[in-house]
Nanobody
């Protein structure tokens, strides 16, 4: 069973930066697309960014130009560089991996990002 472990969440001031990491173990090489999702209090979980094994990426409109997703297949690791953070970016951020079903079957435990002065 694939396991995903996120790290890097923190409290940051508006305009600041954070870099989230997600390491996949126990079969991480089987993962196709990887993605970062987020869920703010009282809101549904939403996709933030996705990246294929060939590094083709896509972003939600709210973060485009501010966030960058990247991955290293040899290390089964994906990152999310977040710049120019806003209070609206406050959420629990989840790493997810796409399995053979084509669905995002694998999930990390989440890491809290809080943007506040």
């Amino acid at each position: 069973q694939v396991q995903l472990v996120e790290s890097g969440g923190d409290l940051v001031q508006p305009g600041g930066s954070l870099k989230l990491s997600c390491a996949a173990s126990l079969g991480g090489s089987r993962i196709a697309n990887m993605a970062w999702f987020r869920q703010a209090p009282g809101k549904q979980r939403e996709v933030v960014a996705q990246i294929s094994r060939s590094a083709v990426s896509s972003y939600a409109a709210a973060v485009k130009g501010r966030f960058t997703i990247s991955r290293d297949n040899s290390r089964n690791t994906v990152w999310l560089q977040m710049n120019s953070l806003k209070p609206d970016d406050t959420a629990v951020y989840y790493c997810s991996g796409q399995g053979g079903s084509g669905q995002y079957d694998y999930w990390g435990q989440g890491t809290q990002v809080t943007v506040s002065s």
